[in-house]
């Protein structure tokens, strides 16, 4: 499975980290995509110098429409599935393997990372948003899903040939599972190890709640 396994990192200003992520993901034998998406330092350069695949955005679209126009090039390479993982460094290479393992062992369409069983070092508000927003978009999707907003999952690319993304900013996580779960497919979770640094969050506490909260009116009101 692993030489149709892709890797898709959608980065914005990730130069610190997004070269040693990079590196690792192809020592490991995996395609790398990096989504730059309009980054004004050398995210872009680094990640190619390491051996990704780049495609640059020449200003900030953000981190829905860059998973939109990756998923676009690993469908159109034939890829069996795609890895999303964070540039942050948030997210750890060694947990790939869990993931295609609970695939394999499900035939789960969909895998979501789950950071929910260790919850000691995620900050607060991080942690109790979490909580509600999978709630709500458990009880919408009809599936349990006790980390929606988890940015790490492997996503079958039968999958994204099937349902029509439209999001462009964060709300796209649970817009994928939503019509994913509407259109039949096999959602799954595996726990996974998350690392928090000292990064600040680009989650808009104001915009990009209002956001979520006119996804989910739109959610309720459409069927596709």
Do not use: W
Not at 119 to 125: C, I, N, Q
Not at 167 to 182: C, G, H, L
């Amino acid at each position: 499975m692993k030489k149709n396994l892709s890797v898709l990192i959608p980065s914005y200003n990730e130069a610190r980290t997004i070269g040693h992520i990079v590196a690792e993901l192809i020592r490991k034998g995996f395609v790398v995509y990096v989504v730059d998406d309009g980054s004004t330092d050398d995210t872009a350069k680094l990640a190619h110098a390491e051996g990704a695949v780049v495609v640059k955005h020449r200003k900030n679209m953000g981190k829905g429409a860059s998973l939109r126009e990756g998923f676009r090039h690993i469908v159109k390479k034939g890829f069996d599935a795609v890895i999303i993982m964070d540039g942050d460094g948030q997210h750890l290479a060694s947990d790939i393997g869990n993931f295609t393992d609970k695939m394999d062992a499900t035939g789960a369409d969909i895998v979501i990372g789950n950071r929910m069983l260790d919850v000691a070092s995620m900050p607060k508000d991080r942690k109790y948003t979490n909580h509600f927003m999978s709630y709500l978009i458990s009880l919408l999707s009809g599936r349990t899903v006790p980390d929606s907003q988890c940015g790490y999952r492997l996503i079958k690319t039968e999958v994204l040939e099937k349902i029509r993304l439209e999001a462009s900013n964060y709300e796209i996580e649970s817009e994928i599972i939503i019509k994913s779960s509407r259109a039949g497919f096999r959602i799954e979770s595996v726990p996974i190890k998350t690392i928090y640094k000292d990064e600040k969050s680009r989650v808009n506490p104001v915009i990009d709640t209002m956001r979520f909260i006119a996804f989910v009116i739109k959610i309720i009101f459409t069927r596709s």
